[in-house]
């Protein structure tokens, strides 16, 4: 019998077994390390008719209140750092400094949601009549999370969620689902009973949720494939839907940047967490001008960063989360050099180690239409590309059926947020990347998403209008 740990999930504040479990894989070794529970569904329905019960009173909880408890799960997350933190490293694969930021992040976001307001709208207000919009809760919400970053996308979600008033069911993905159950056994008391619920399954589990009638709302973020699947599924009963889905965010270096201090930053931008981010770079247009020596300048910081098992210290970059994202990105490399493309750095993979592990891989001006530049790679491979006008460049990046983010590096703030301004992507960075905080709200643009995140924005998708007009008094 197997020894390994098993997990319980979160059920009207009980922690519940499943009958079955899912074995948990450490991307680093390829080793099974843990059992987490394999939700039935019957105990997804215990877990939705738990949040059905809490919705009322929880509707009726003063919004001070909820914010109190909101920023009270915040405090909780950052006293246990060390724990969330080993579990992220183990099962997602990411360095022990990028899951404690992780953690840090996510309990940085409870407490700033906590703090915002839900605003209120007087429509008229005269000597025969009152009108008021307010935003009132939908119900219950289904948040469905990706393996990139299980607790940080959790808690996107989790926190409008229940500062609006709604209540939860939680659902990791199979991959990932350690850090997020441990976050519902130590945080199990702060919200009452059946408001935040977290379950975990496999693959079965996330369609079952979508199809199921008790949900009033369906929060996802993952690929776009799995997004267009959601939607069809969520029309059975109207369901109220966010989609933040995949990108190919493009980076556009003008020829004025110091290429010495833009190199690492550009490399980061497309690597951070090996490549597993949406708004990674994920194409980066080079003017010709500096492209031989950019390009060199980032494969020479690529060769000087060590990848390897995020638990080891000295680690920068750890493996690919799991075996098909690692089967794919891969294959998107076989393809490079079936069709003669060159490799700046990296293009060798060792498929016979234990862990998921893939070189640093760049490619050199591949064609528009390879694959390396159509698709997105979501792994530590990146196709540098050579541009010479800003027309030119701005056509190309827009090429795409994403519209997820992007960003435009250059000395001459003008002319980089003039060109920013032509980028039809949900947002724009000039001279950084990946910055997104509480209050500005976060779009995908075209087949990368609908609805929003983030800012008053995105709280209010968590809600729907009512409003009441009265005789004045
Ligand atoms: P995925 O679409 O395979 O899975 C995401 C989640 O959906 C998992 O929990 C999974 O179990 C569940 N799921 C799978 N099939 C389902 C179905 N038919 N119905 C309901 N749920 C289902 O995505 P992934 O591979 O976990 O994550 C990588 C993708 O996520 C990338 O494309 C990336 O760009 C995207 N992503 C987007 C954002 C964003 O904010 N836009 C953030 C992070 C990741």
Not at 184 to 207: H, K, T
Not at 252 to 273: G, H, M, Q, Y
Request: with cysteine; charged share 20%.
């Amino acid at each position: 019998m197997s020894q390994l740990p098993t997990f319980s999930m979160l059920i009207d504040g009980k922690l519940v077994q499943a009958a079955n479990t899912l074995p948990v894989t450490n991307p680093a070794t390829g080793q099974v390390f843990a059992n987490a529970p394999d939700a039935s569904p019957a105990e997804l329905d215990l877990a939705v008719d738990a949040a059905r019960r809490a919705f009322p009173a929880w509707r009726e909880t003063p919004l001070a209140r909820r914010a109190e408890l909101l920023a009270k799960f915040g405090q909780v997350l950052a006293a246990n750092i060390p724990v969330l933190q080993g579990l992220l490293t183990q099962e997602q694969g990411k360095t022990l400094s990028d899951a404690a930021t992780e953690v840090g992040i996510a309990s940085f976001w409870s407490q700033a949601v906590a703090a915002m307001p839900i605003p209120e709208t007087v429509n008229e207000d005269n000597e025969t009549r009152f009108s008021v919009t307010k935003h009132v809760p939908l119900g219950v919400v289904a948040a469905i999370v990706p393996w990139n970053f299980p607790l940080g996308v959790a808690i996107w979600k989790l926190a409008p969620a229940l500062l609006t008033g709604n209540t939860l069911v939680l659902k990791p993905s199979p991959y990932t689902p350690l850090a997020t159950l441990k976050m519902g056994e130590i945080a199990r008391d702060v919200f009452p009973p059946g408001v935040l619920n977290i379950i975990s399954g496999g693959d079965q589990l996330g369609p079952q949720m979508t199809e199921h009638p008790g949900f009033d709302k369906v929060s996802f973020t993952g690929s776009t494939a799995t997004g267009r699947r959601v939607m069809q599924s969520a029309a059975a009963t109207l369901k109220r839907l966010t989609l933040e889905l995949g990108g190919n965010d493009a980076a556009i270096v003008r020829p004025d940047v110091d290429v010495v201090e833009v190199a690492p930053k550009l490399f980061w931008s497309a690597f951070a967490n090996s490549g597993q981010i949406c708004i990674a770079t994920k194409r980066l247009y080079i003017h010709n001008d500096i492209y031989d020596e950019l390009s060199a300048a980032i494969a020479e910081v690529a060769r000087g960063v060590k990848v390897g098992d995020g638990s080891d210290e000295s680690v920068q970059l750890g493996p690919v989360q799991n075996r098909v994202q690692y089967d794919r990105v891969v294959d998107l490399i076989t393809d490079c050099k079936k069709n003669g493309l060159r490799f700046l750095t990296g293009g060798e993979v060792d498929e016979s180690a234990d862990g998921n592990f893939i070189p640093i891989s760049l490619v050199d001006n591949p064609p528009d239409d390879s694959r390396v530049v159509a698709e997105e790679a979501f792994g530590p491979l990146l196709p540098l590309l050579r541009y010479t006008d800003d027309d030119e460049v701005v056509r190309r990046a827009n090429d795409t059926p994403y519209g997820l983010a992007g960003s435009v590096w250059s000395r001459d703030i003008k002319a980089a947020a003039e060109l920013a301004e032509r980028l039809d992507t949900g947002t724009v960075w000039i001279n950084e990347c990946q910055y997104i905080v509480p209050n500005a709200v976060f779009a995908g643009h075209k087949q990368s998403g609908i609805g929003v995140e983030h800012g008053v924005e995105g709280l209010l998708e968590f809600t729907v209008p009512r409003t009441i007009v009265r005789p004045a008094v």
